[in-house]
Nanobody
Framework: QVQLVESGGGLVQPGGSLRLSCAAS????????IGWFRQAPGKEREGVSC????????YYADSVKGRFTISRDNAKNTVYLQMNSLKPEDTAVYYC?????????????????WGQGTQVTVSS
């Protein structure tokens, strides 16, 4: 049974940092493309960052380039999202998602397995 569990969200001041974790079980992490998505109230879900299953290539939304870093630790079956220089507009529920489809784009429709989400709030 594929399961993804996010952790690491919370309240942080603008300019601060958080590291989100996505713990995977029920499958081998390096066989899956893993993505981080976010959804703020009243807004559409956005693909924040994804990491491929084969060569570890990464994708970042323009809004987070240079501030967020995605990484994977296959030994721990965990994917991380390091978020630096956080802005109030980064406030959202963050979800990790996975797909065995190696050609998946970083869009929610390509991902079939989802975690429950973790709240990130950036506010002074």
């Amino acid at each position: 049974q594929v399961q993804l569990v996010e952790s690491g969200g919370g309240l942080v001041q603008p300019g601060g940092s958080l590291r989100l974790s996505c713990a995977a079980s029920g499958f081998t992490l390096d066989d899956y493309v893993i993505g981080w998505f976010r959804q703020a109230p009243g807004k559409e879900r956005e693909g924040v960052s994804c990491i491929s299953s084969n060569d570890g290539s990464t994708y970042y939304a323009d809004s987070v380039k240079g501030r967020f870093t995605i990484s994977r630790d296959n030994a721990k079956n965990t994917v991380y999202l390091q978020m630096n220089s956080l802005k109030p507009e980064d406030t959202a529920v963050y979800y990790c998602a996975g797909t065995p489809f190696g050609e998946a784009m970083c869009v929610g429709a390509d991902f079939g397995s989802w975690g429950q989400g973790t709240q990130v709030t950036v506010s002074s």
